[in-house]
Nanobody
Framework: QVQLVESGGGLVQAGGSLRLSCVAS????????MAWYRQAPGRQRELVASIRSDITTIYEDSVKGRVNISLDNAKNTVYLRMNKLKPEDTGVYYC???????????????WGQGIQVTVSA
């Protein structure tokens, strides 16, 4: 019902920048929130940043001041701009959307496939 397509990952040197994008498509009636999570090798998946439809944002402590999440409601797209990247930012980044869909009208939680971000020292 809902598909998420992530893009923008890759390999970058420490101190560099990346912008991740995630487009949600499908039978979306309303979009409640979108978020980015990451999972480093051997670690649990953790929230990086989230944004609600009212543009309220939450950031994980280690990325505050370096990362900006933004939302284009009209395009059902969330962006994650990451600056001053560190090797510890390395991981698979997953897009998440909390939305309501048609037929049936139900609120659900959907995940993208994940995209690799590697920061070299």
């Amino acid at each position: 019902q809902v598909q998420l397509v992530e893009s923008g990952g890759g390999l970058v040197q420490a101190g560099g920048s990346l912008r991740l994008s995630c487009v949600a498509s499908g039978d979306i009636v309303s979009l409640n929130a979108m978020a980015w999570y990451r999972q480093a090798p051997g670690r649990q998946r953790e929230l990086v940043a989230s944004i609600r439809s009212d543009i309220t944002t939450i950031y994980e402590d280690s990325v505050k001041g370096r990362v900006n999440i933004s939302l284009d409601n009209a395009k059902n797209t969330v962006y994650l701009r990451m600056n001053k990247l560190k090797p510890e930012d390395t991981g698979v980044y997953y897009c998440n959307v909390d939305c309501t869909t048609w037929d049936p009208i139900v609120r659900g939680d959907y995940w993208g496939q994940g995209i690799q971000v590697t920061v070299s020292a």
